[in-house]
């Protein structure tokens, strides 16, 4: 059964250390967008656009994510991700203001669209992945860079990264030509094990957290049992 968007409920943050805790406000940048007070964890109802806008260091990644109103599914993985007895540092460096990551973050249509392929390549059920702390961290490792912060500009045509899972994951950068659908762009995707996803779902790249950047995509990028992912 999928477990997915949470729609417009309030979303509320996972317990952390002290030094880790933080109420930012999000500056309104345009009278086009929505912004909301992020120590309400209140939703718009349109997703926030937080591109361009300078760095906040009060603004952890997860934050920044959870914020957008369809990325609430991947919102709700990172909450369970946090929890013990996972100890992801993937996932902690998604949470931490001081660590300097990358997150590619999955939409909720997206991730319900390939439920049935994530769940037969990782061998998993998603009531596992949205519930159970190891299973999530997993997935979101699939989807984290720790140590640098890619911007768009920063992407280039057979760069590869590597994620942390246990078995690390290449993640390779493919250009595609420049599309009208995406405003004359450049076009960047990424080649997972098992899937390539493009950067940049309806044009959001650069989503800054405190030291890091997180970019939309439509579709999760999924782990395979031939890269030791799986989990049956």
Known sequence: MFLGTVGTAVWVPPARPPEQRSTPMIPFASSSLVYVDATSRGLSQTPHDLTGLPYDHTMTEDLAICLQADLQTFCKILETAYKPPAESAAVQSVFHWEAMVTVFAPTDRGIKNRQSLIENSMGVTMDQIMNDPVVAARFVEMHVVMGQNLLFSNFRDGQ???????????????????????????????????????????????????????????DPIIAGPDNGYSMA
């Open 160 to 218: 590869t990264y590597s994620t942390t899972n246990n078995v690390p994951a290449i993640l390779k950068i493919v250009e595609g030509a420049p599309s009208i659908w995406a405003g004359a762009h450049k076009q960047f995707f990424i080649d997972g094990p098992v899937n390539k996803v493009r950067v940049g779902y309806k044009n959001r790249w650069n989503i800054h957290g405190a030291r890091g950047a997180v970019h939309i995509i439509e």
